[in-house]
């Protein structure tokens, strides 16, 4: 990668949207046709959603921005990300540009397994039904991986069998046997559905027990991406607060979010806006990448932070981040739709375990600016001058008036609907 090819963009944010589209356009050597989709001009088509979803209408659009300054691994990256909530892609590109200060993000993922589940039920001994299990495990692989089509080509398949006795549930003893497989650049749930599903009259045989559910799970914790990077001190300083209380601050922020579910939750919530959106960007399923997140963070018994933060014994701040991470870049609408390719081709993602560490960076990102903010000068110091857009906006303020009526309130510290409903009637009576 060349000297100029970098994700560091000095006041990208200030350039008018077009040239921002040009940009990343030469940067990822985009198409006419991928600039169009990309500037939501040939984006998805209502043509094309109506094959994509049952009793289709329309379709909706989200802003896609740009999440500038990432180095990963050595590697600049632009982030695509899909998302309507002022603040989050400002405060990610911020926070990546105080890593790089040390070397960017070190990321690294385990191989994409996911679990297909199976529950046997109506056993006299859950255990010796284990063990049946367990002794007909190679043919189950075997049936398991002739049924599972191209992926087996790719180098997936199945790799592994789980037993997990359940002695008191409500209905009670049930014994659950985990399917592990290997989905490739794929996120799975097809795959793996279709192996469980076959699977389960041989193990209705094996075990002389019934089987009701035979679904994928979402907590893939066999499929989990990680990030890490360090701060120096010197670059959390500012006329408020030195690098060194700053560091002792969002430790501090972290330890409580760690010890406490009730910050948890709000925490681990800051860390899914930056997921989520890159998630969502690419045409991956959000809500199964949420889902897995906030039970792994469950995973003991109580729940907690996905992130830690620390101070180095040199003063300095180091962050990491866990958690699984089921994403794909093949099928489903990740393919389908135009934006999600294009985002794709952004990041030049090249299999889904890098699209994973690469989420797993932003979500460490957007925790960092999250408690940055929160420890030192509040969240609302900067997140309500962003708000300030929204509102100019929806007082009807016109391209020319935003600016202007956005200045306005922040010099009168009054950033609110009604205000800036007040500001627009103003200017255009005096332009009348």
Do not use: C
Not at 50 to 71: C, K, Q, R, W
Not at 243 to 264: K, M, T
Not at 410 to 427: P, S, Y
């Amino acid at each position: 990668m060349t000297q100029e090819h970098t994700s560091r963009m000095p006041g990208f944010y200030k350039r008018p949207l077009t040239e921002r589209a040009a940009l990343v356009a030469q940067w990822a050597g985009l198409s006419p046709q991928e600039q169009a989709a990309l500037l939501g001009v040939a984006g998805l088509s209502a043509a094309q959603a109506d094959h994509m979803i049952e009793n289709v209408v329309g379709v909706y659009s989200l802003p896609l921005g740009i999440a500038t300054n990432f180095l990963i691994n050595d590697v600049d990256v632009l982030i695509p990300m899909a998302i309507e909530e002022p603040s989050v892609v400002a405060a990610i590109s911020n926070a990546a540009k105080l890593f790089r200060a040390s070397g960017g993000f070190r990321t690294s993922s385990d191989e994409p397994i996911m679990i297909g589940q199976m529950q046997v039920l109506d056993l006299p001994d859950v255990y010796v039904a284990a063990g049946a299990v367990m002794a007909q495990r190679d043919r189950l692989l075997a049936e398991a991986n002739a049924v599972s089509g191209p992926i087996i080509q790719y180098g997936g398949g199945a790799r592994g069998l789980e037993v997990r006795p359940l002695t008191d549930t409500p209905v009670g003893p049930m014994l659950i046997v985990h399917l592990l497989f290997d989905t490739r650049d794929a996120m799975g749930a097809n795959t793996v559905n279709t192996a469980v599903e076959h699977l389960a009259p041989m193990l209705e045989a094996i075990t002389g027990g019934r089987v009701n559910l035979r679904i994928l799970s979402n907590l893939a914790d066999h499929r989990k991406a990680r990030a890490e990077g360090l701060i120096p001190a010197s670059e959390l300083a500012t006329d408020e607060i030195s690098g060194q209380d700053a560091v002792r601050a969002i430790v501090e922020a972290g330890a409580f979010a760690e010890a406490d579910p009730y910050r948890a939750a709000t925490h681990n919530k800051g860390i899914m806006n930056g997921i989520d959106a890159v998630v969502i960007a690419t045409g991956n399923d959000w809500r199964a990448v949420e889902a897995g997140a906030h039970a792994y963070a469950a995973r003991d018994g109580v729940y907690r932070s996905l992130t830690h933060w620390s101070m180095t014994p040199t003063g300095d701040l180091l962050g990491s981040i866990e958690l699984p991470m089921a994403v794909g870049t093949v099928g489903g609408a990740t393919r389908v739709h135009p934006a999600a390719r294009v985002a794709l081709k952004v990041m030049n993602i090249s299999n889904a375990r890098q699209l994973s560490e690469i989420m797993a960076a932003v979500g460490l990102a957007q925790n960092l600016a999250a408690i940055r903010a929160l420890a030192t000068v509040g969240i609302q110091h900067g997140h309500m001058r962003l708000h300030a857009r929204q509102f100019a906006i929806a007082a009807g303020a016109t391209a020319e008036q935003v600016a202007q009526v956005v200045q306005q309130m922040i010099d009168e510290k009054n950033i609110l609907l009604e205000r800036a409903q007040e500001i627009v009637r103003e200017m255009n009576s005096a332009g009348s």
